[in-house]
């Protein structure tokens, strides 16, 4: 599975921006689906997961309530919708692919080249 995320830019407190990970492959339809970032000096953190058919999906803490994670089978897609973004937001957002959804990277065989979000104060 090759990933591509796009949909990242700078915007305001407060804003919006919607990720896009599209993904290759016929069956991207069997994989779960994550939304890991990470901030300048930091590790890479969990933000969102969703399973193969959507019916588990997890959000870390910090963006529960504000982020809203989808997929589109048809469309090969994920996306990651951030409402009420927050400066403490701004960091490279990657989308990563594993044969189980989970809540820590390596749960996920397969990651994108990530897309920087900086939110502006």
């Known amino acids: 599975v090759q990933l591509q995320a796009s949909g990242g830019g700078l915007v305001q407190a407060g804003g919006s921006l919607r990720l896009s990970c599209a993904a290759s492959?016929?069956?991207?339809?069997?994989?779960?689906m994550g939304w890991f970032r990470q901030a300048p000096g930091k590790e890479r953190e969990f933000v969102a997961g969703?399973?193969?058919?959507?019916?588990?999906?997890s959000y870390a803490d910090s963006v529960k309530g504000r982020f809203t994670i989808s997929r589109d089978n048809a469309k090969n897609t994920v996306y990651l919708q951030m409402n009420s973004l927050k400066p403490e937001d701004t960091a490279v957002y990657y989308c990563?692919?594993?044969?189980?959804?989970?809540?820590?990277?390596?749960?996920?065989?397969?990651w994108g080249q990530g897309t920087q979000v900086t939110v502006s104060s």
């Open positions: 990563a692919a594993g044969r189980v959804a989970g809540r820590v990277t390596y749960e996920y065989g397969y």
């Open positions: 969703i399973s193969w058919s959507g019916g588990w999906i």
């Open positions: 492959g016929r069956t991207f339809s069997s994989y779960g």
